[in-house]
């Protein structure tokens, strides 16, 4: 299987635009094409279905269901209606999207009796952190993956999960491994050593992650002329110690109060987010986990939440339910673990 998949949650262009993407994405030798049931409400899984109708067997379809159907029943549910949006006969990998307390048991259950059925072949999960793939690991055999956020910008899954992952033969499947594009095509020595091999930033990021052990990298993008650039992050090599520069290239984890953070009033792809501790509780978008659920569970080994840096003001881009269930457990003074991209003009 080729390294380099396609992600598929698509919050731009047209349904005609998004298949053009992905027939064009396979034609291109990728066969790894990821959806969830969460993306735009099931149109992501429509779209892939109508893409891969007559190439089926060419690819290896990853899908996810919310955690908010983490119950037997639902998930079985859940992997009924995928395949219906999919027009498939098999998920060939389902994983549940995010961690749900409690639910490990319901989720193993449910994963035996679908690969039994015949309705999936693997199994995996999505944002799990090391306590959580602990535990699941001690209720089902043979987790697939674990897909994470993983980039030059965010390496939080070195500190426990990705040794956890390798030790144990699971794949980590990297989401946003451009980070968006943002600063991180703009870092000196990706700068560097695009000039050294003549490569664009985006492949010396990509190629470094998929030389790295049991890692598939799953770009999103609407132009073509990118997703050649992506699918071309896999054929050349770069010495070994330019691998080594990039892997101790690290951003430093700031300590912010979250009394010093503004949470605005939109999140990314217009996302309604909450921007008052009583909003939160209340959870009246239905975000699941709550603020409060994930309070129950939340500590200083969180994965950071984002910040953009304006002068002296700190405004909250990623993270905002973690950002929530920290203060609704710790108050507004006690620092939360943030990463902080450069400044920038409102």
Avoid at 103 to 114: D, G, M, P, R, T
Wanted: with cysteine; aromatic share 10%; charged share 30%.
């Amino acid at each position: 299987m080729k390294k380099i998949g396609l992600g598929t949650d698509f919050h731009y262009g047209n349904e005609k635009d998004n298949i053009r993407i992905i027939k064009t994405a396979i034609d291109l030798g990728v066969s790894f094409i990821d959806t969830a049931e969460a993306y735009s409400n099931g149109e992501s899984e429509r779209v892939v279905g109508k893409a891969v109708v007559n190439t089926r067997d060419k690819v290896f379809i990853s899908t996810k269901f919310s955690p908010i159907n983490s119950s037997y029943n639902k998930i079985i549910r859940s992997c009924e209606n995928s395949l219906q949006r999919l027009k498939t006969d098999r998920i060939d990998l389902f994983q549940v999207h995010w961690p749900y307390p409690n639910s490990n048991h319901e989720i193993a259950k449910a994963f035996y009796f679908l690969k039994k059925s015949g309705k999936i072949i693997n199994y995996g999960v999505s944002n799990y952190g090391k306590s959580d793939l602990f535990e699941l690991t001690t209720l089902v055999d043979g987790l697939f993956s674990n897909q994470v956020e993983y980039n030059l910008f965010d390496k939080y899954i070195e500190n426990q999960i990705l040794n956890f992952c390798n030790d144990k033969s699971i794949k980590i499947i990297a989401y946003s491994p451009l980070n968006k594009g943002r600063e991180i095509l703009n870092n000196k020595t990706v700068r560097m050593l695009s000039r050294k091999y003549d490569r664009f930033p985006s492949e010396i990021l990509l190629n470094w992650l998929i030389n790295k052990k049991d890692i598939i990298v799953i770009p999103k993008t609407n132009k073509i002329k990118n997703l050649i650039l992506n699918c071309k992050s896999d054929n050349f090599i770069m010495d070994p110690h330019d691998y080594t520069v990039l892997d101790k290239d690290r951003k430093k984890t700031h300590n912010v109060e979250p009394i010093k953070i503004i949470v605005s009033h939109e999140g990314e792809n217009n996302r309604k987010v909450y921007t008052k501790i009583e909003q939160a509780k209340e959870n009246k978008l239905n975000l699941c986990p709550s603020p409060i659920e994930l309070s129950h569970t939340i500590d200083s080994s969180i994965k950071p939440v984002r910040l953009l840096k304006n002068k002296d003001k700190f405004f909250l881009v990623e993270g905002r339910v973690r950002y929530w269930a920290w203060v609704l457990k710790y108050g507004f003074h006690k620092p939360i673990p943030s990463l902080i991209y450069k400044e920038f003009k409102k």
